[in-house]
C-alpha cells in the first residue's frame, strides 16, 4: 500500500504488461493487487500469483515497472529484484530497484496526486518524499 495514499496499492494490469496504481478495499482487495515477497528485505521478487509473473524494473531514470515472466529482464536478474530502503518517520518503506537502489517506486502523478498512468520510478532526491514508500500489507 501507498505510504502517502491511503488505500491505494500496486497492482498487476489483468490486460497488458504495465503496473497501475489503484485505490483497494484492503478488506476485499483485487486478487491483481495480491503479491507475494520472495526473500529477504535486502533483496526480493515481487510475485503476483494472479498474473504469474513478477514486478520488474525497466531501466533508466524514472523508469517504467513492469510484469514480465521470471528470467526474462533485459537488466538481467538484478532489473527483477527490489529492496526496502529505511523506515520513514511515517512508517513506510522506500521500494526500491535493487538493479538501481536511487529508482524507487513512484505513486505520485506530475502534480500532487496518485498516479493514473503507468507506475514508473522516480529518484530520492529531496529529503521526505511519501510518494516513494510503501508497507506490506495482510488482507482481510
Known amino acids: 500500500m501507498s505510504g502517502t495514499y491511503a488505500g491505494y496499492a500496486l497492482c498487476a494490469s489483468p490486460t497488458d504488461q504495465w503496473v497501475w496504481l489503484k485505490k483497494v478495499d484492503t478488506a476485499n482487495p483485487d486478487r491483481y493487487c495480491l503479491w507475494k515477497q520472495i526473500g529477504p528485505s535486502t533483496q526480493f521478487t515481487l510475485y503476483n500469483p494472479e ?9 533508466g531514470n524514472e523508469g517504467v515497472v513492469v510484469m514480465e515472466d521470471s528470467g526474462t529482464s533485459s537488466l538481467g536478474p538484478n532489473g527483477e529484484l527490489w529492496s526496502w530502503g ?9 521500494l526500491q530497484s ?10 505520485k502523478d506530475g502534480f500532487e496526486s496518485p498516479r493514473t498512468d503507468p507506475v514508473h520510478t522516480r529518484g530520492w532526491r529531496h529529503g521526505h518524499q511519501r510518494e516513494l514508500t510503501w508497507n506490506a500489507v495482510t488482507p482481510g
Open 51 to 59: 498474473k504469474d509473473q513478477i514486478m520488474a524494473y525497466a531501466g
Open 86 to 94: 529505511g523506515r520513514e518517520s511515517w512508517g513506510a518503506y522506500a
Open 98 to 107: 535493487f538493479w538501481d537502489s536511487g529508482q524507487n517506486v513512484d505513486a
